[in-house]
């Protein structure tokens, strides 16, 4: 039986130094030291010793059982750490790599330029108002002074929804809908997109984006009109931009004007860029008609106002000297990434 016993633990140690797998170790602790196991067999034989040999054989088989249980216990240590050192070598970071490094998108230079455009109005008092795109007859055209049959209708022919709901063709509704809601003094622009039923080419689209600017106040002159453009031109294009302002026709100011800004490139020689004119026009203008105000429920005895409207391509055009608006529109990222 004492023979029996070295064996088993002979054996058990050794089997146990090559095993590898924390399963077959628990198979194993099983089989020598469970209920049925190798070990327990001998004890239940101990009935058949005899009174001298039952004690030592007891302490012998115990130190068996005591010397498996710590191989099993030293085996399944030292699987657990060679695991753990094996997924730490796989998992290792290393922080000094380079990072995959994603491109950082930026906005749209006509999201750019309007961003300053707002500034400069924002800083001057102005507070940013917007109107619907899908807009009725009534604003775009009848209350801004242009009646069914008048000719200014011709050049802003749109989308119609029906005879009475149109895509506005220019930012001016926004105009008759701040006058409507808020009682002077007024001080806003109105930035948006408008469609006229153009087709496409180098300086047309059907869709583009005006920015509309109205102050109504009392005593509001000519003056404040010229100076605010004035300090807008030299706040866009440089302190040393000289503008123009030339007499002009629209049905919902007057007096009107047409502002152009010198040619920065040819300082009024007249070059490519400005046609041979020596000048560019960048906006619309004037003094709010009476007409237009009484319309509003405002009385142009008390108050007056100016109003402008420019065309935000146009501008950003000019600033970055593009020759074709079609760019503005096709997303090709290699045209914007330039900007
Ligand atoms: N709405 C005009 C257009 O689209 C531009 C314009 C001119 C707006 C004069 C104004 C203005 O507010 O006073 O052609």
Redesign the pocket.
């Known amino acids: 039986m004492k023979a029996a016993l070295e064996k088993i633990k002979e054996t058990a140690i050794a089997v146990l130094e090559q095993t590898t797998e924390m399963k077959a170790i628990e198979d194993l602790r099983v089989k020598y030291l469970g209920k049925k196991g190798e070990v327990t067999a001998i004890l239940k034989q101990m009935g058949s010793l005899s009174a001298e040999d039952r004690p030592i054989i007891g302490q012998l088989a115990n130190e068996v059982r005591a010397a498996i249980e710590g191989e099993i216990t030293k085996r399944l240590a030292e699987l657990k750490e060679a695991e753990l050192n094996r997924k730490l070598k796989e998992e290792t970071l290393d922080v000094t790599m380079p990072g995959t490094r994603r491109p950082i998108g930026k906005k749209h230079p006509l999201s750019q330029v309007l961003d300053e455009v707002k500034e400069i109005f924002l800083g001057m008092g102005f507070d940013i108002a917007q109107g619907p795109e899908v807009e009725y007859d009534y604003y775009n055209f009848e209350a801004l002074n242009i009646p069914k049959n008048h000719p200014a209708r011709d050049t802003q022919d749109t989308f119609y929804i029906n005879d009475n709901i149109l895509l506005r063709?220019?930012t001016?509704p926004v105009?008759i809908r701040v006058m409507e809601q808020q009682k002077p003094p007024i001080r806003i622009i109105a930035p948006g997109r408008v469609y006229r039923s153009d087709a496409v080419d180098a300086t047309h689209s059907p869709l583009f984006h005006?920015i509309?600017?109205l102050v109504v106040d009392k005593g509001i002159t000519m003056a404040d009109l010229k100076g605010t453009l004035e300090i807008f031109a030299k706040r866009l294009y440089g302190d040393d931009t000289v503008c123009r302002f030339r007499p002009h026709h629209?049905p919902?100011?007057e007096p009107?004007a047409e502002v152009d800004v010198m040619c920065f490139a040819c300082h009024g020689e007249g070059c490519r860029l400005c046609k041979g004119e020596g000048w560019i026009e960048i906006l619309?203008?004037?003094m709010v008609h009476p007409k237009v105000l009484s319309i509003c429920g405002i009385d142009p005895e008390e108050y007056s106002g100016f109003?402008?409207?420019m065309g935000l391509e146009r501008i950003v055009m000019r600033r970055y000297n593009i020759d074709d608006m079609r760019l503005l529109f096709e997303n090709d990222l290699r045209f914007l990434k330039q900007f």
Do not use: K, L, R, Y
């Open positions: 063709t220019q001016s105009q005006q509309e600017g629209f919902f100011t009107s619309g203008a004037g109003a402008f409207g």
